[in-house]
């Protein structure tokens, strides 16, 4: 069983270890500072930790996209992956976004990223399979998921 935490400044050399190690600690520290503001382009943002046996498995965000729309984002690091992990994480996050009032999780998946596609139809996310081309140059489908 999974559960998901703010993610503290003690975190950021595990973070740097699994995660983050093209950054340097200080520089995780930093964006740990920039997460804890719970904003990002004048919206809300968190990120939580996934948290597994006392360890941080992954990482796990909520961006609001507008009034009642938010994107959660998770990312399990390699050495945990297929365990399920993921998949309870999102289940946490979308209580948690249902919580804080949001209706609808939209998600941009890549159409080559057949896992989080797998992982998004087994929560029950729908998408019209329209693929367009993002700010980042990917290929994307838009998931969504109504949280009532």
């Known amino acids: 069983m999974i559960f998901l935490r703010n993610i503290k400044k003690e975190d950021a050399s595990e973070l740097r270890e699994h995660g983050y190690s093209n950054l340097s600690t200080e520089q995780v520290e930093a964006l740990i500072c920039d997460w804890d503001k719970k904003q990002f382009n004048g919206k809300y943002f968190e990120m939580y930790a996934i948290v597994y046996n006392e360890k941080i498995v992954g990482t796990i965000s909520l961006y609001q996209q507008s ?13 945990y992956r ?3 992990f993921a998949k309870e994480a999102m289940i946490c996050a979308c209580q948690m ?7 609808i999780v939209s998600q941009q998946i890549q159409t080559n990223n057949a896992a989080s596609i797998a992982l998004h ?19 994307v489908s838009i998931y969504l998921k109504c949280l009532s």
């Open 67 to 79: 009034s009642e729309v938010v994107s959660i984002g998770p990312e399990v690091f390699c050495k």
């Open 97 to 103: 976004a249902k919580e804080k009032g949001f209706k």
């Open 82 to 84: 297929r365990k399920g």
């Open 121 to 139: 139809r087994s929560l029950g996310f729908e998408t019209n399979e329209l693929i367009f081309t993002n700010a980042k140059g990917n290929q």
